[in-house]
């Protein structure tokens, strides 16, 4: 089955960058449009990033824009977040997902898979 492992969380100060990696595994679609989600301690999960299927265009929240950006590696079926400036409302636990269903999706209800997720706080 369809299988979507993150990698790259951490503990950071403010300011600085991380990249979080996300590998799909196990699937027969040949397109996979692909999305970051977070989700921080009692709150519910938000959208952050989305990448067409073709890794042509993008989609980001309002609070992460101009300081994340999200690219694939179809050949390494990999998608990855590159976090910039980042700041202690950024923590949380930050989950990868796809769906082939439509080019892209910002939507939690549009995705079919989904990665366990991976911690990122930003604290001095």
């Known amino acids: 089955q369809v299988q979507l492992v993150e990698s790259g969380g951490g503990l950071v100060q403010p300011g600085t960058a991380l990249r979080l990696s996300c590998v799909l595994s196990?699937?027969?679609?040949?397109?996979?449009?692909m999305g970051w989600f977070r989700q921080a301690p009692g709150k519910s999960r938000e959208f952050v990033a989305a990448?067409?299927?073709?890794?042509?265009?993008?989609l980001f929240a309002d609070s992460v824009n101009g300081r994340f950006t999200i690219s694939k590696d179809n050949a390494k079926n990999t998608v990855y977040l590159q976090m910039n400036s980042l700041k202690p409302e950024d923590t949380a636990v930050y989950h990868c997902?796809?769906?082939?269903?439509?080019?892209?999706?910002?939507?939690?209800?549009?995705?079919?898979?989904w990665g366990q997720g991976t911690q990122v706080t930003v604290s001095s």
């Open positions: 997902a796809a769906e082939d269903k439509i080019p892209i999706a910002t939507m939690e209800y549009e995705y079919d898979y």
């Open positions: 196990g699937h027969t679609s040949s397109s996979y449009a």
């Open positions: 990448i067409h299927w073709s890794g042509d265009s993008t």
